[in-house]
């Protein structure tokens, strides 16, 4: 989804965010162990090679331009990112439940480390074109989380 700040047709922020959130909700909520982050991962990633833009990216352009100058687009990116952390926190929490992550893991903490590297790895794709640092930035990410997999 690509548009211009002269764009008329620039997307409603909320509409945006119930969107992707709702994607998100899909993906995540077929995530039964730790390596179901890999399969995830990879639709991210490829859904930013196939589109040019990452998943959220016309959030992304519309909270780069307009978020300290416009309030519902403020509130738009807290609801966008506080709905996605908390749906990879309950992720987290349903692999603890089934053993499949450590009881001493941080769900919260996980998943605002998991969001902070998928939105740093999307603003270098956004830089540079390179996909690659998107793949990167979760990996590391996922490896924090596979550092509390339940080996048993």
């Excluded at 300290?68 to 908390?86: L, M, Q, V």
């Amino acid at each position: 989804m690509h548009f211009t700040m002269d764009d008329s047709a620039a997307p409603d922020p909320n509409d945006l965010v119930r969107a992707l959130l709702s994607a998100q909700s899909r993906q995540l909520s077929v995530v039964t162990s730790v390596s179901c982050f890999d399969v995830w991962r990879d639709s991210l990633v490829e859904g930013s090679r196939q589109s040019g833009d990452p998943p959220g990216g016309a959030l992304g352009v519309l909270i780069a331009l307009l978020a300290d100058r416009n309030e519902s687009i403020r509130t738009a990116a807290t609801s966008y990112f506080s709905g996605w952390r908390r749906l990879l926190a309950t992720t987290m929490r349903r692999l603890q439940e089934r053993g499949r992550l450590r009881a001493d893991a941080d769900p919260e903490a996980l998943a605002t480390g998991l969001v902070a590297g998928v939105q740093g790895g999307y603003l270098r794709v956004k830089a540079s074109g390179d996909p690659h640092h998107l793949v990167m930035a979760i990996e590391m990410a996922l490896e924090r989380i596979r550092s509390f997999a339940d080996q048993g």
